[in-house]
């Protein structure tokens, strides 16, 4: 038998170890937030659909507006790459519920993801796994300026 080809890997398989990949890239990134003020750090991992991954984490500023997301800080990287393609999304925050993207950063995560693009936002003990179609409905996007 040790001739045998390995047996085919389970169908949701490659994706776990690959959300297992995105959450240690977002927890990562979440422990080198900067958020002396809210003291909520947060870290946000994208899988862009050639495989790359890009993080960030929330950086906030003594002048409160100033201060910009995990999500934020993630595209920039991934732009800054050459990448423009979402995959797949983690947010790892803290507190027992999941912290979803903000609105703003919704509408900067729809630049570049589709409607079926999974976001993953984990917390302590909680996980929630949503659609940027559920997160966004109705959304306008680049294609309205075509
Ligand atoms: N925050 C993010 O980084 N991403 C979100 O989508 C929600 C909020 C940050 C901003 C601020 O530094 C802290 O969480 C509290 O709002």
Redesign the pocket.
């Known amino acids: 038998m040790s001739d045998a080809p390995d047996a085919p890997d389970a169908p949701d398989a490659p994706d776990a170890s690959a959300l297992e990949e995105l959450t240690a890239a977002a927890s990562a990134a979440q422990a080198k937030a900067h ?1 002396p003020y ?1 003291n ?1 750090p ?1 870290g946000a991992a994208i899988r862009t659909t050639s495989g790359e991954v890009f993080a960030g984490c ?1 950086v ?1 500023n003594a002048a409160y507006p100033e ?1 910009t ?3 934020a800080g993630a595209i920039a990287a991934m732009v800054l790459a050459g990448e423009r393609e979402i995959a797949e999304v983690v947010v790892v925050t803290g507190g027992t519920t999941p ?1 979803t ?2 609105g703003g ?1 919704r509408q900067r995560l729809r630049e570049f993801a589709g409607p079926d693009v999974v976001v993953t936002a984990i917390s302590e003990g909680a996980t929630l796994q949503i659609t940027m179609a559920e997160l966004l409905p109705n959304s306008f996007g680049p294609e309205f300026l075509e």
């Open positions: 958020c809210s909520y947060v929330n906030e201060g997301c995990a999500e912290g993207p903000c950063c």
